[in-house]
């Protein structure tokens, strides 16, 4: 079994840095510590609505980090064009509505064809590697290949999300012929979405599955597991004061 890649995504310290409208803290420092911890790459989603990653958080993590940049934005033609601008390593095209609080399902590529295959081929013009958000679905999978794309995300939010034993499995189980499917095809498989602690290893143990992109569950173990410190640190200062 070759290493299983992790990706890092970054977007939720871009979240409570922008909840006070201030400059902390930096998602760009968040990469380069997840870098230096072991992550093999740092993911961020560009939002129409900006709501955590900003246009300079995307330019400056791409010329500041030292692994690769997956950049996530929708088929809108100012995202394709702000990309193929700033060049990360890689794209995955995401569906994208206002309201969602996150990334709900697939990109339908089927119904998006002619959009999808024109995005695949301006982001490959500009040396990007392109790859597709898609559900576990055989049909969605046949419509990444013919884009041309050289990779798919494999969107494990169902599985993430389904709590009951069985009907779990059934996702796990369409995940994994979703994957052999696609490596048969030449497709390179990523996976993520919901991914934990507790719920990792089943997708982890996909051997055919080259990275895995992980956000929410590391910022929130980072949150919980440093507050210990961060309450001392600050008690410290006070103590300090009126000595
Ligand atoms: N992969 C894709 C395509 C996503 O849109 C997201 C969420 O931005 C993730 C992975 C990471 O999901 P999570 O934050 O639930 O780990």
Known sequence: MTNLMLGVNVDHIGTVRNARGINYPDPLL?????????ADSITVHLRKDRR????????????TIQTR????????????????????YSCCLVPEKRQEITTEGGLDIISNKNIVDRSVKCLQDAGIIVS???NADIKQIEAAINSGAQYIEIHTGIYSSTTESLLRDKELNRIKQSVKFSVNNGLKVNAGHGLNYHNVIPIA??????????????ISYALINGLENAVKNMKQLLREVHR
Request: with cysteine.
């Open 30 to 38: 968040a990469a380069l510590i997840a870098e230096q911890s072991g």
């Open 52 to 63: 955590h990653i900003t246009d300079r958080d995307v330019i400056i993590i791409n010329k």
């Open 69 to 88: 940049m997956n950049l996530e934005i929708s088929i809108n033609k100012d995202m394709i064009a702000f990309a193929c601008e700033v060049k990360p």
């Open 132 to 134: 597709l958000f898609v």
């Open 205 to 218: 143990s996909i051997p055919e599955i080259y990275e895995l992109n992980i956000g929410h569950s590391i």
